[in-house]
């Protein structure tokens, strides 16, 4: 009897010191790995991320239109895109835009494109950022020009993301 019992005390000590992990130690290690990832993401934030390559992009975009606007005065003879109105200033800038119920636009698409643009940029989140190549189409790519009492062409980019102020460059 003593051999039987001898056995059974055997068994019950050697599944007592069976190898593997309770219940506790799975949960402990459960709620350290939930804690690195969400430090993870709101390290990397990929919404912000976001946001600050579209302002990025549309620094990029509106130093494009300066430059081609830049580039056309220079070929001719100092004269800006016929469409950049004189009546746009730094109270009412002007927006680049071919849609005639904006009645302070600037329509250069076709002075711009192709020569010195490819493309007209447009800003990210305006038509899915898809670039105006085609300027007999109606087109808003949500920039703003004018042209300051120095005489001096400035390019806004109003629509920016994570309270950043307009976007402007002046030449």
């Known amino acids: 009897m003593k ?85 746009c200033d730094s109270a009412a800038p002007c927006s680049i835009t071919s849609d005639t119920a904006v009645t302070s636009r600037a329509d250069i698409c076709s002075d711009l494109v192709p020569q010195y643009l490819a493309a007209l940029p447009v800003d990210p989140l305006t038509s899915g950022g898809t670039p105006v190549t085609d300027c007999a189409v109606t087109y808003t790519t949500n920039y703003e020009v004018y042209r300051g009492t120095d005489n001096r062409i400035t390019v806004t980019a109003p629509a920016t993301e994570l309270g950043i102020a307009i976007l402007t460059v002046t030449r």
């Open 3 to 87: 051999t039987a019992q001898n056995k059974t005390l055997q068994k019950r000590l050697a599944l007592s010191k069976s190898k593997g992990f309770t219940l506790i130690e799975l949960l402990v290690v459960i709620g350290i790995l939930a804690v690195l990832l969400a430090i993870t993401l709101i390290a990397i934030n990929p919404q912000r991320q976001f946001s600050q390559a579209n302002n990025t992009k549309r620094s990029s975009d509106i130093n494009a239109i300066l430059n081609a606007i830049g580039q056309y005065a220079a070929d001719n003879k100092g004269a800006l895109p016929t469409n950049l109105a004189t009546t």
